[in-house]
């Protein structure tokens, strides 16, 4: 096998990325998905209300991810936590091949560009539903940017059958819908200058209408799940949430002090270096406004930062490429020679290079499954669980926010305060719980309108050191990460 530099870096590039996204669940979202997918093969049925807390039982419930958390339930049945970190690796590791794809100046611009993106999105990465959200979002780039090339329908005619999957698996199915609306509107603004433009080749407004028809397809297809048309306004309701926005960390702004968001910075200054220093090169405008838009979101919250990995990495490696033509250009008249390429490497030092790259991914996914249990025992209050599950106290549970999918998947017969559906619980009860947890007047009388007899929550935190100190509880638990009382 003898492989030049060029081929042999997109395959290191790829096992290097999958070695990346191979990590241990630490998502306290994945455990309540992962018991709705366990409670929809018991009851044969997508929910509708809410079954897992005792504050809002029985009240509606959109479980828009409902087919993600049949295919987490059913990955975790054949496999475990090991199959399922590996296969949303698998995942997050296709959209980048994807985005990949799209990309000029393969493989070395394309390739660093994408290495640099990787980075910057990988905070958000997780065996999560979105991750299958931002698979489909790569794929739907991939194929609409084909059909601007080659306005071949082969390559638009699947989406309106994968928005009806993407809104069975994830509400960023408006996603899908908004970017071919940016493809749609860039047709018609470059028809526009077609019309203006004294030299530029003229196009026909019915070029247009493809594009159109499958836009059109794929907003009927949204009607193709459980919820019905309440998906057209469910994603929007989630976004203009003021609770979310304001308490939610994924929803927050990056915080560029801290050292994992470095790399989205040196993203956004690599794209106005080169846009400025580049020579001239041309970028699809539909690319350019889905970098701007995904840039701006991307600064509002951390959770759509992946959202403009996607978008900026065919134009990071677009002005990269543009940038380095120059410089070619200075060495060809300085030399009187064409750059010369390189030769094969020699096969076994191909073969050596793959294996090792192979070894090292397999050797980190060893690491990370070997790893999880103590990651959950550190992330997640494990040990009070356990005490729980051993004694049987009586009584609802106060817990804090992020340890309530935990708590729905290991204690089936506690019913929790709340957890990660904040879409479910609403504003109104997000605020009232947070004024329990900041331990604000009133607070008492509060977990007894509850029926609360135990709380489960964090040392140092407000409601921790208030019932620490009230004569009506008792601890009865605690190690580094949890304090569990029980009313006396």
């Not at 407004?205 to 159109?212: F, G, I, Q, V, Y």
């Not at 329990?436 to 309108?449: S, T, V």
């Amino acid at each position: 096998m003898r492989l030049t530099a060029r081929q042999l870096f997109p395959i290191l590039l790829f096992i290097a990325i999958l070695l990346m996204t191979i990590r241990p669940i630490a998502d306290p979202d994945f455990w309540w998905h992962l018991r709705t997918g366990e409670w929809m093969v018991a009851s044969h049925a997508v929910p509708h209300a809410d079954p897992f807390s005792f504050t809002n039982l029985g009240k509606t419930w959109t479980a828009h991810e409902w087919l993600s958390e049949l295919v987490i339930y059913g990955l975790y049945r054949l496999g475990g936590l090991p199959l399922l970190i590996l296969t949303f690796a698998l995942v997050i590791t296709a959209a980048f091949w994807l985005v990949y794809r799209r990309s000029p100046g393969r493989p070395y611009f394309a390739g660093f560009a994408l290495l640099l993106g990787v980075l910057a999105a990988a905070p958000a990465w997780g065996v999560r539903p979105q991750m299958l959200s931002l698979l489909l979002t790569s794929l739907f780039l991939f194929l609409l940017d084909r059909y601007s090339e080659t306005r071949s329908l082969k390559w638009i005619i699947p989406l309106p059958f994968l928005t009806a999957l993407w809104v069975n698996l994830h509400a960023g199915f408006a996603l899908g819908l908004g970017i071919a609306a940016v493809y749609l509107g860039s047709d018609f603004l470059e028809w526009i200058g077609s019309l203006v433009s004294p030299s530029g080749k003229k196009r026909n407004l019915r070029d247009l209408l493809p594009l159109a028809a499958v836009l059109a397809a794929c907003g009927l297809a949204v009607l193709a799940n459980p919820n019905g048309a309440r998906m057209y306004v469910y994603p929007f309701e989630t976004l203009f949430s003021s609770a979310m926005q304001a308490y939610i960390q994924e929803w927050f702004s990056p915080d560029f002090h801290r050292p994992e968001w470095q790399p989205l910075a040196w993203m956004f200054l690599a794209l106005i270096g080169l846009a400025i220093f580049a020579r001239r090169h041309r970028i699809p405008l539909a690319h350019i406004l889905l970098t701007l838009f995904f840039g701006y979101m991307s600064l509002r919250s951390m959770r759509h930062v992946p959202l403009f990995v996607l978008a900026a990495v065919p134009v990071l490696a677009a002005l990269a490429e543009g940038a380095a033509g120059a410089a070619r250009e200075a060495l060809k008249t300085a030399t009187g020679s064409p750059v010369q390429k390189a030769p094969p490497l020699p096969g076994w030092v191909n073969v050596l290079l793959i294996l090792f790259a192979l070894l090292a991914a397999g050797g980190r996914f060893a690491s990370v499954v070997s790893s999880q249990p103590e990651v959950e025992r550190e992330t997640f209050p494990a040990a009070a669980v356990d005490w729980i599950l051993a004694n049987q106290p009586d009584g609802n549970i106060y817990n804090t926010y992020s340890w309530g999918g935990y708590l729905t998947w290991r204690l089936r017969d506690y019913p929790v305060f709340i957890d990660g559906r904040a879409d479910l619980y609403g504003d109104a009860f997000i605020e009232s719980f947070l004024d329990i947890y900041r331990a604000r007047p009133g607070w008492q009388e509060a977990l007894a309108d509850n029926g609360v007899n135990l709380a489960l929550v964090e040392p140092g935190s407000a409601i921790g050191d208030a019932l620490a100190v009230s004569p009506e509880w008792e601890l009865v638990f605690s190690d580094e990460n949890s304090l569990l009382f029980v009313r006396r």
